[in-house]
């Protein structure tokens, strides 16, 4: 490989990684998690057979909100979309346990029965429900991060091979 052909790919590589954006990412994972793990109690509410949908549905939109703000192409960011998706889906069995109460979300939180509504969230959580979860979780990590070219990845592989 020419010297030319280098500098033109530590430029592309150094561009790449100034594009990242982590804390816009943790920001709108953070919002896109409480979103989806509303709707994904509210869903499972509505149609009990759905959640497994719902679930993945999680990992998808935490996803892709992270990967279209951050931009991210290291492993910090499917990692955060993990986390996220796991609590998300921890949320919104919450969610639905409080649903299913017949209460409202806001008068729970600031009453003394929150912990007995988690519990009984935690005490939803089936075989099924955790292999959906493996599903939403596989999704958050597949899409967090910005998908690049051939010519990108061998910037980047070459990059980190010089530092």
């Known amino acids: 490989m020419q010297q030319v052909d280098k500098q033109k790919n530590y430029e592309l590589a150094e561009a790449l990684l100034a594009e990242q954006n982590f804390a816009a990412a943790?920001?709108?994972?953070?919002?896109?998690?409480?979103?989806?793990?509303?709707?994904?109690?509210?869903?499972?509410?509505?149609?009990?057979?759905?959640?497994?949908?719902?679930?993945?549905g999680i990992g998808?939109?935490?996803?892709?909100?992270?990967?279209?703000?951050?931009?991210?192409?290291?492993?910090?960011?499917?990692?955060?979309?993990?986390?996220?998706?796991i609590a998300a889906c921890v949320l919104g069995n919450v969610i639905r346990a409080i649903l299913s109460a017949g209460r409202s979300p806001l008068h729970v939180i600031g009453s003394d029965d929150f912990a007995e509504y988690v519990q009984t969230g935690l005490a939803y959580v089936s075989f099924v429900d955790?292999?959906?979860?493996?599903?939403?979780i596989w999704f958050a990590i597949f899409l967090a991060r910005r998908p690049l070219s051939r010519e990108e990845i061998t910037a980047i592989s070459l990059y980190e091979l010089k530092a």
């Open 130 to 136: 955790l292999v959906f979860w493996f599903v939403a």
């Open 26 to 56: 943790l920001i709108v994972g953070a919002i896109a998690m409480l979103l989806a793990a509303t709707a994904y109690g509210l869903t499972t509410v509505v149609w009990p057979f759905s959640y497994g949908f719902a679930a993945a």
């Open 60 to 85: 998808i939109v935490i996803g892709f909100s992270m990967q279209y703000l951050g931009r991210g192409i290291q492993m910090r960011f499917a990692v955060a979309a993990a986390l996220y998706t």
